[in-house]
């Protein structure tokens, strides 16, 4: 495993352990409302807190970009941290919810991270070196056609004027797929498209931070993204669309259609 991986995946399992440690104190966790339906508790500054000190004890000079805490200056390699995605489900003891870090040098993400933590599954991925969970590795679904595909998707809460076209989309993709999933934790639900969980994805007004790991580990394992103009600026635009090599040429036409 490579050295930076390597410490993302000793931040990742710290940060997720201390998540896990308050499960049974939600009822008392301190909550603020950064914005409508978008919620901060006192577990995921906790949780990056203990992240961020992982990665600055290994790498001090390096730069990162944080949910909670922000950008970092450092040197060309940044780490992008979501130290809890899936806050509301926590916070309801709903039991979907993650850890995501990411190392990107430049305009390049090089490693990648998600954790959960419940479930004990590590996914991780090195550019060029593949896509893992645990220690096995993954590859995106064997899945033909649009009909026969599980999609995942996201409910664009913390940007409604995006509702209206969502709408229009989930429309087409129930009408067109075997089935639709939101289960509230982005990060996830891009390592369940790597693994062949999901055999595709789409979500509309996410952050870097929810899903640069994600993007990796698909690219890794064989699948294909961009935002729903088929550019590759997603991570800029924070507009995904994500599946298997047959999947996501069929999503995304479904995905452009319906706002075309």
Known sequence: MHP???????????????????????????VEEKGRNDFVSEVDRAAEGAIIDVIEHAYPSHAILAEESGRKPGNDFE????????????LHGYPQFSVSIAVRKGVQLEHAVVFDPLRNEMFTASKGSGAHLDERRIRVSRVLHLKDALVGTGFPFKALAHLDDWISMFREVLLHSSGIRRAGSAALDLAYVACGRFDGFWELGLSPWDMAAGCLLIQESGGLISDPDGRQDHLSSGDIV????????QLLQLIRSAIH
Do not use: C, M, S
């Open 4 to 30: 930076l991986l390597n410490t993302a995946v000793k931040a990742a399992r710290h940060g997720g352990n201390l998540i896990v440690r308050y499960l049974d104190q939600v009822h008392r966790i301190e």
């Open 79 to 90: 780490w992008i941290i979501d130290p809890l995605d899936g806050t509301t489900n926590f």
């Open 242 to 249: 994500a599946g298997n090599p047959e999947i996501y040429p």
